[in-house]
């Protein structure tokens, strides 16, 4: 599976939009783009996940690029509850392989 | 629903000491694995299975066996615990192996003295 790069920590103000970016330059065609977060060491929370159209559900936006090499999770209207570490992992159907992710922080 | 159960949610254990976490799902999903994550770091994948009577290994596997010997549970067990096996674990599920979200247990969080 493809490698990603995360930021290690980001802040966004209560009620604005957070946006976390994720590279996958090496991403291959089969590999979908799945976002997950954890809040306090709890068990890791599935948001979205796409392949390469734009996929929105109840919690979140993903921002696939053209290319695939990139993309951006939104989160429309950022609460407290935001607060947690974010995971961009690629998946061709096998195992999830977890990095380090982003650290938002969610300012009052 | 109960969706990935794991127990028991803390366990302090002695170098040396063998014990089995539990971890049981109620979605008829045939993937299951384990992880365990060290402060700071990510998720690491121990092992994990595809299916009743098959598993494998992932990254970090020494120290650890596992067993499936039905869809719904998947026990991994530590024979002999090392301080350097003092960390949280988690358990998760899937549907199938394939492009399908894994749900993921609450952890269990060991410390080895």
């Known amino acids: 599976d493809a490698k990603t790069t995360q930021p290690p920590s980001m802040d966004c103000a209560e009620g604005r939009a957070a946006n976390l970016p994720c590279n996958h330059s090496?991403?291959?065609?089969?590999?979908?783009v799945y976002w997950y977060r954890q809040i306090h060491s709890q068990g890791p929370q599935y948001i979205i996940h796409g392949l390469k159209n734009n996929e929105t559900n109840e919690m979140a936006s993903l921002i696939i690029t053209e290319d695939r090499k990139s993309s951006t999770l939104i989160l429309p209207h950022a609460t407290l509850r935001d607060t947690a570490v974010y995971y961009c992992?690629?998946?061709?159907?096998?195992?999830?392989?977890f990095g380090t992710g982003t650290s938002l922080t969610v300012i009052p | 629903n109960a969706g990935v159960t794991q127990t028991p949610k803390f366990q302090v254990l002695k170098t040396g000491q063998s014990m089995t976490l539990q971890c049981a799902q109620d979605m008829n999903h045939e993937y299951m694995s384990w992880y365990r994550q060290d402060p700071g770091m990510g998720l690491r994948l121990i092992h994990y299975?595809?299916?009743?009577?098959?598993?494998d290994q992932g990254e970090v596997p020494n120290g650890y066996n596992v067993s499936r010997s039905t869809t719904e549970d998947f026990p991994l067990r530590l024979l002999s615990a090392a301080p350097s096996q003092t960390s949280v674990y988690f358990c998760?599920?899937?549907?199938?192996?394939?492009?399908?979200?894994?749900?993921f247990g609450q952890g269990t969080r060991l410390t080895v003295v």
């Open positions: 299975s595809v299916g009743a009577g098959i598993t």
């Open positions: 998760a599920s899937t549907l199938v192996w394939g492009n399908t979200e894994a749900f």
């Open positions: 992992i690629v998946r061709a159907g096998g195992q999830f392989y």
């Open positions: 090496t991403i291959s065609g089969n590999e979908y």
